[in-house]
């Protein structure tokens, strides 16, 4: 697929969307924005991408935030619009793929690119990456759904403290507030993200897709439920005849 703001490749079954304007570090203007919807899209359609990586152009940033020139001509309407758009077509699309995407974070990661490598299903950052919420220095607040996935990331009091300072945390504080998994250098970043993916690959899609399902219903009225539902729906699919056959035989799974 050809996108004015994106690189976007599959190998192996794994699909790299690269956010690519280096040169703005990145930022979220209108165009990354519908490439990122349409490119999403592709990934739940195209039955040969299994998992998925995001990841930022170039050796500075990931994402250093929505493209704030786009900003001051802006209206309540067209705020709420703004933030109504991208949750909706891409930070949610993400979020709910049932397919894993994992964030690999290359350097800055502020709002929107902070709420971006949150919408995944996991992180992993660089050395050199920092992340952090600063909308408040703007006269601004998260709109792409960082209040809420911050919170559920890290806590209530972290998050809190996160938004209303607009201090960067670099990385090893991003892993020991269980913002991000793994800490690599920046030359591994990939290479380490992949390793991970190969693993996840191997396993059944069904049960990834249900797995990302019941998580994103923890801590809501419907978590307990959902569970037992998505739980029930494995049994008398392939993969779970496949599953369990291939243990009851002493073999590999083989999952389609
Ligand atoms: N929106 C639009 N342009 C942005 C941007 C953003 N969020 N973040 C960076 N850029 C642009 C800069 O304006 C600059 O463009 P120019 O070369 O045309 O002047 C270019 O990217 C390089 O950024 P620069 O600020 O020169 O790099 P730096 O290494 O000195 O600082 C940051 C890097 C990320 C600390 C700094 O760019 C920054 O604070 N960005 C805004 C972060 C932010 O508030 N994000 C939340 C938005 S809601």
Redesign the pocket.
Known sequence: MEFNTLLFSVENGIATITINRP???N?LNKDVITDLSNAFDEVYNNAAIKSVILTGAGQ??FV??????EFIELDATDGANLARIGQENVFNKIENCPKPVVAAVNG?A???GCELAMSCHFRLASENAKFGQ??V??G?IPGYGGTQRLTQLVGKGKAMELCMTAHMADANEALAIGLVNHVTTLESLLERTINILNVINTKSPMALGKVIACVNKAGTTEGYETEITQFGECFGTSDMKEGVGAFLEKRKPVFA
């Open positions: 040169d703005k570090m930022a500075k940033a250093a935030g929505a493209d704030i020139t800055f502020l709002g929107g600063p909308e220095n703007l601004l």
